[in-house]
């Protein structure tokens, strides 16, 4: 299956947090609090994502709240935390959304996503990811972790899949 057949079949976008949707920094305030920044660009284009009509989910190792609050923003149809080794995690994600691994797109930067970037039907990693994730990936992102690579790739998709254009006229673009 070559790149854009692959770009096609996908229906779940599946993102790693610390990395992926952050810059990969955590900040603890005085009180313990742990502090996160998120791209506005790439919240948006998951929105975007789910108004087309597709899923998208969350998938860490980390357990944090302010990631369940950020996807309780975005409307991301499956958070999973905590997950120290995610392949059992995305293996019963398939099973309970009936995907098959071809419809996921992975997107992951560390170590612990390289499994998933070569299990997914589109593996893909931030431009900024460890050598293992980029060599791993069938795309790698031109933009870092937490700096619009989300945005980049949700666009990519949608016009893979002829929904872009309809997604700027949504938007009245």
């Known amino acids: 299956m070559d790149f854009s057949d692959r770009c096609r079949r996908i229906r779940f976008l599946l993102l790693d947090v610390d990395g992926v949707l952050t810059d990969g ?23 975007l994502w789910i108004q087309a009509g597709r899923q998208a989910g969350i998938l860490s190792g980390r357990t944090s709240e302010v990631v369940k609050r950020r996807a309780a923003e975005l409307k991301v149809t499956a958070l ?12 019963t994600l398939l099973r309970e959304h009936k995907l098959d691994a071809s419809e996921v797109c992975y997107v992951g930067d560390d170590l612990p996503d390289v499994p998933l970037i070569r299990r997914a039907g589109l593996g893909v990693s931030v431009a900024d990811a460890c050598e293992e994730a980029r060599q791993a990936a069938r795309y790698v992102t031109r933009a870092a972790g937490g700096r619009g690579a989300v945005r980049e790739l949700v666009q990519l998709l949608l016009e893979s899949q002829g929904l872009w254009q309809a997604t700027l006229e949504r938007l009245g673009v």
């Open 25 to 47: 920094g955590i900040t603890y305030a005085d009180d313990g609090r742990e502090i996160k920044t998120f791209n506005v660009r790439d919240g948006l284009a998951l929105k």
């Open 80 to 91: 999973i935390q905590g997950a120290d080794d995610k392949r059992p995690a995305f293996e």
